[in-house]
């Protein structure tokens, strides 16, 4: 198991998936009190708008365990979710955020930390769960972890790149220079970037990195990283991993192992998974969620943390490039 960041004044001080992956959630307590700002009165049932930032199964996944909680958590209260995809769009993100806003949706969703962004600008009079966000306070959506205020909460994502390195670092071959691609506008992956870095220092593996501002960016930018690095790790960048097909393509057919903070092993070229469990994260965000609806503000409940990281290998990946790990690893690893 890996450890999550440490905190500092209930914040974390290093950022995520995240995109990497994050589900953020603008909801209003069901309650007659509140019926003057839009929510519905008690009984009534919820109705829930859902952002996604791109599409990807792992986030589909966390998503659809987050709506699976929720109604388990609100039965016998109907609950109905409506889904709306940005594919990546910066602009349509926005679009879409805008409309979430004047809807009369009980509660808003996003996902992805560009989403959760535009979703705090939009609606500042609804509560909002961010799930699976690396770093809200980074991202200016909340206060700390531990007493978030105004009106943003939910849970994080977060693993320290230092235990990343840690890991691979001890794959054999062992890796001399690790490739990464992630959009520079996504806050959270800026700093995740930066801790990256701190935590390659004295391992005498160099960081390549490769920038997109969008998916029809990654095969490019994922072509680029040939002849530069010998190993690729993705972070928690939803983009990113929104065409993670294309970059595993590239790996496979360059002998390049491939490394994802969270998703799914299954894809072509990809060697290893190492995050939390993202439904699991999803439906931590739910509990929290569940709490809010029920009339807690959101600012008195504190950010949840990942319950469990794991490492996932694909035994097939990992026979063709002729890669081992020391039973340490395996040990403390699945292998399928």
């Avoid at 977060?158 to 990343?164: E, G, K, S, W, Y």
């Avoid at 739910?286 to 490492?311: I, W």
Wanted: with cysteine; glycine share 10%.
């Amino acid at each position: 198991m890996y450890s999550t960041s440490p905190l500092s004044s209930g914040r974390l001080r290093r950022g995520w998936w995240r995109t990497g992956a994050v589900v953020l959630v603008a909801l209003l307590p069901v309650s007659a009190a509140l019926t003057g700002c839009g929510a519905k009165p008690e009984g009534s049932g919820v109705s829930i708008g859902v952002l996604q930032m791109a599409p990807a199964k792992v986030l589909d996944e966390t998503v659809a365990q987050f709506e699976a909680t929720l109604r388990k958590k609100l039965a016998p209260q109907k609950v109905t979710f409506r889904v709306k995809n940005a594919n990546g769009d910066q602009g349509l993100i926005t679009s879409i955020a805008r409309d979430f806003a004047r809807s009369d949706d009980t509660a808003l969703a996003a996902i992805g930390t560009p989403a959760v962004v535009a979703l705090k600008q939009q609606v500042p009079d609804k509560t909002i769960i961010a799930i699976a966000m690396g770093d809200p306070v980074g991202a200016g959506v909340a206060e700390s972890l531990a007493h978030p205020g105004g009106n943003v909460t939910g849970s994080t994502d977060f693993v320290d790149p230092a235990d990343l390195v840690a890991r691979i670092s001890r794959a054999s071959p062992r890796p001399r220079s690790l490739g990464t691609i992630y959009d520079p506008s996504n806050q959270n992956m800026s700093l995740w970037i930066a801790e990256l870095r701190k935590a390659l220092r004295g391992t005498r593996i160099t960081l390549v990195d490769a920038t997109v501002s969008g998916p029809g960016d990654v095969a490019s930018a994922a072509r680029s990283l040939v002849g530069r690095a010998d190993t690729v790790l993705l972070g928690p960048d939803t983009t990113v991993i929104s065409t993670v097909d294309s970059i595993g393509s590239v790996a496979s057919k360059e002998k390049m192992p491939l490394y994802l903070v969270g998703g799914d092993i299954k894809g072509g070229g990809v060697l290893a998974a190492l995050g939390p469990d993202y439904p699991t994260v999803g439906a931590q965000a739910a509990e929290t969620a569940a709490k809010a609806l029920s009339g807690t503000e959101p600012g008195e409940l504190p950010f949840t943390r990942p319950r469990n990281v794991q490492m996932q290998i694909n035994g097939a990946t990992m026979r063709a490039l002729n890669i081992t790990f020391p039973r340490t690893v395996l040990s403390k690893s699945t292998v399928t």
